[in-house]
């Protein structure tokens, strides 16, 4: 991967964003292919949704341990577990 | 007579995810005459993690049939995880089917996890270089295999199960630039070559629950995301007599399915 330089120096940019994005699935400790990174003029949010907290928690980390210097807020969710209430027909 | 089938995908099970499915599982029995496993069972595909699928899936009390899914094979262990899941009785297919006997009727399950290659008139060719020619060849053997499995079966419902889509439908909700990466019109096309009844299919996380092959087969996507509960199920084959089942055989027309 290539280092990104000039970090902090203006706003996130394209190669940051694919460099995040390749990171959610190639970093083991994520493996995840269902995050979207989604600019917005304060920050980049992660979108998406995990089957666990520590999942969720752990993606923040690892983002922002990467990418000290770019803004970045968390909107992920855990995706419920509750059996289905109901039954799809096909006839 | 209906045959009751429970699926979900995309569970990505480690350590961190045991029990979470267990409570609603346990419910199955009894609503339920088997559950199929769309793929991406794993996080990693380690066999560690096979261990824990099968402890979440295994001894339910119905029968478990998977494919694995693209996550499934990240680590280089397929053997073993299909060796730790089929150890707790789950039926792993890969170009292959099985027939389960149900109160609703014979139930033919054909499974492949398929591979990417974008839909009709977007798709990759089998043309240029050997990488490229490679990727699409996958495609091709995966969908060849799907069909041959599909047509071995004896059965009175036929269902196709796949990690990658076979339909472009489901994928809605997804960015258009990836569906080459989400599945492959290939796929749909060994659907329509049998007399199948419901594709089921995970990977699309971003997708959506409902499509239809150009045949007319109906496809639901299953991945955990889309569903948002532990898993669905679907009623089959209701207020469908012999000769209904025979004649779609026969024809390959769907008309009295859509
Ligand atoms: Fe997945
Ligand atoms: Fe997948």
Redesign the interface.
């Known amino acids: 991967m290539t280092r990104h330089r000039g970090l902090g120096a203006g706003p996130p940019d394209e190669y940051v964003e694919a460099e995040i994005h390749r990171l959610l699935t190639e970093d ?1 400790a994520v ?1 995840e ?2 995050i ?1 990174v989604v600019r917005t003029e304060r920050a980049l949010v992660l979108y ?5 907290a ?2 969720r928690d752990e993606i923040l980390r690892r983002v922002s341990e990467r990418f000290p210097d770019v803004p970045i807020t968390s909107d992920i969710g855990v ?7 109901e ?5 | 007579m209906v045959i ?1 089938i429970a699926a979900v995908g ?4 480690d350590e ?2 045991v029990g ?2 267990r ?2 599982l346990e ?2 029995p009894g609503n339920a005459d088997v559950l199929l496993l769309a793929g991406d069972l794993t ?2 595909g380690t066999e560690v993690e096979a261990r824990c699928v099968a402890r979440e899936f295994g001894g339910l009390g119905v029968p478990v049939v998977a494919v694995l899914g693209n ?1 499934d094979h ?1 680590c280089d262990q397929v053997p073993q995880v299909v060796g730790a899941l089929e150890e707790a009785g789950i039926v792993v297919l890969e170009g292959n089917g099985v027939v389960l006997d149900s109160p609703g009727g014979r139930l033919g399950v054909a499974g492949v996890k398929g591979f990417g290659g974008g839909f009709a008139g977007r798709c990759a060719s089998d043309f240029g270089e050997p990488e490229m020619k490679a990727f699409v060849r996958t495609t091709t053997e995966s969908a060849d295999r799907l069909a041959e499995a599909l047509h071995s079966l004896d059965c009175d419902l036929l269902v196709a199960l796949t990690h990658y889509s076979p339909v472009p439908d489901t994928l809605a909700g997804e960015p258009l630039e990836i569906y080459p990466f989400l599945g492959s019109y290939q796929l749909g096309q060994a659907i329509d070559s049998a007399p199948t ?2 594709a089921l299919h995970g990977h699309a ?2 997708g959506s629950e409902r499509g239809t092959t150009p045949g007319g087969v ?1 496809v ?1 996507n299953v991945a ?2 889309v569903i ?13 007599d012999q000769a209904q089942v025979s004649g779609i055989g026969a024809g390959g027309i769907q008309q009295s399915w859509s």
């Open positions: 083991p493996a292919q269902g979207s998406g949704e995990v089957e666990s520590q999942r995706i419920r577990k509750q059996a289905p209430t039954i799809e027909q096909l006839p | 009751r995309d569970v990505h099970l961190d995810v979470r499915f409570p609603a419910e199955m996080r990693h996550h990240q009844a419901l996380h971003h109906r639901r955990h995301p948002k509960q532990a898993y669905s199920i679907f009623h089959l084959g209701d207020h469908l």
